[in-house]
């Protein structure tokens, strides 16, 4: 069990809206009558639990990030972003002045204070290096070639990996300096610290945070807001 850590919230908000058809950072496209980033960024300040919320966008969102959250309690940090997703990861992390970093995805936008504390507590209460979000998969999945449908796959030893995950910031730092060895670059950082050898715990997230990718997740996404959500 570990004792109770600052943590430092960080939100990756650096991705342009290619495959949303945007010519906007795609956390800049309004769902509802807010920005995406701006749902997941308004639950870590109502938490009130982390030291800041930093804040990674392109370098052009900069100055209408910080006067989109200068009303916020949370004291924001606003940094730009990198080339990817792991650079802009890092970039946030050397900014943060908790002992945990809690990295959660600007795209997933209705995430919930319940899983948020729940990450925090499994964390503080586990021996693992890192915790993650994570749903058991339900579909069948196969592998493909081209049109052929390729073996099926054991649904039951897999998990869908999502956001907000929960680590070290000393570890992820360490690994991060090392990330040139890897075989491959990381493409969350549960992957990054499993790659040097750390062992990553889960919890079971939310199907309604889901990631915002497509045209048809905007539309879900404005359904879910049309809710009440």
Known sequence: MKQKNSISAIIVAGGMGKRLGKEIPKAFVPIGDKELFMYSAEVFDEIGAFNEIIIVVPETAISETQEKTKHFSTKIIVVAGGKERHNSVENGIN???GEVVLVHDAA????????????????NNSNY???ISA???VDTIRKFDGNLCGKTINRDELISVGTPQIFSKEI?????????????FPTDEAMLVQNFGHEVGWV??????FKV???EDIVLAEAVVKTGF
């Not at 079971?204 to 945070?209: C, E, I």
């Open 172 to 184: 992820l730092l360490d690994c991060f300096s090392k990330i040139e060895i890897s075989d491959c």
């Open 129 to 131: 290096s890192g915790i």
């Open 204 to 209: 079971k997230g939310s199907k309604l945070n």
């Open 95 to 97: 900014v943060a002045s």
């Open 213 to 215: 990718t497509t045209p």
């Open 108 to 123: 997933r936008p209705f995430i919930t204070k319940e899983l948020v504390g729940e990450l925090i507590e499994n964390y």
């Open 135 to 137: 749903n058991p998969v």
